[in-house]
């Protein structure tokens, strides 16, 4: 179909497509499990077609401007020549995606509500917000390091399994002596880092960067920094919660 050639379009039926997995299983659930009628059909109908329009213009952002943008600046650093101006971009990078990411600012906030209810911190506005924004800053200083050591390892190519598996094994030690209170959030921060806001452009950096650094391989050398930015907050968010 002539229609279907046109990007914008063809992105739009992708994006219903990926979509159409998660509706059939809310139908078939509704109807023939709990077997009632679905609620307000036409705000669900609503709805997806706004997810659905959503996740088009997210993914037209992502190939139009965060990708390239990425890709760019790492080619850029790279010809510059200057490793501490690469490793200080890089932590800017990790610390302002995570600190703007919307899935931390939610964990965070209702980390520090449970934590008020649980009486671990006071029961004031402040008291949370200061717990909320103390986990946020712990998780993006955490993340900026994963990055910083990402590149390093794309610098100097340093096998991945190694740099991981030495991170895992402080996750599993730390979460021996961490409070048991802290351990899930710990695991969860790690998720959550990895979303939205970070994954294009911590991504395009990677990709970017391997491609411009003679002797390395964009596939093999390029990936892996999310992998740290989802290990190193475990092991910042566990050391918080053994703080404080």
Not at 61 to 84: C, D, V, Y
Not at 151 to 163: A, D, N, Q, S
Not at 224 to 238: D, E, N, Q, W
Request: net charge negative.
């Amino acid at each position: 179909m002539p229609l279907l050639k046109n990007p914008f379009i063809k992105q739009l039926f992708g994006s219903f497509l990926d979509l159409a997995p998660i509706l059939a299983v809310v139908i078939v659930f509704q109807v023939f499990i709990i077997q009632q009628p679905i609620p307000d059909v036409a705000d669900l109908i609503t709805g997806t077609l706004l997810v659905v329009l959503g996740l088009t213009l997210f993914v037209q952002g992502l190939e139009q401007s965060l990708f390239p943008l990425g890709e760019s600046m790492a080619h850029a650093f790279a010809r510059k020549g200057s490793l501490f101006w690469l490793l200080f971009f890089a932590f800017c990078l990790g610390f302002g995606t995570t600190i703007a990411e919307p899935a931390l600012i939610a964990v965070a906030n209702e980390a520090a509500s449970i934590a008020a209810k649980g009486n671990m911190i006071e029961s004031t506005t402040t008291a949370q917000e200061d717990y909320a924004l103390g986990l946020r800053l712990t998780v993006a200083l955490s993340v900026g390091i994963a990055i910083v050591i990402g590149v390093l390892r794309i610098i100097h190519g340093w096998p991945l399994p190694y740099l991981i598996i030495s991170g895992y094994c402080a996750v599993i030690a730390m979460s021996l002596f961490a409070p048991s209170e802290i351990i899930g959030l710990a695991f969860d921060s790690g998720g959550v880092t990895t979303s939205t806001i970070t994954v294009p452009l911590v991504t395009a950096l990677g990709v970017g960067l391997a491609s411009a650094i003679k002797g390395r391989n964009p596939m093999t050398d390029g990936f892996g920094l999310i992998a740290f930015a989802s290990l190193t907050p475990m092991i910042f968010v566990m050391a918080y919660g053994m703080l404080i």
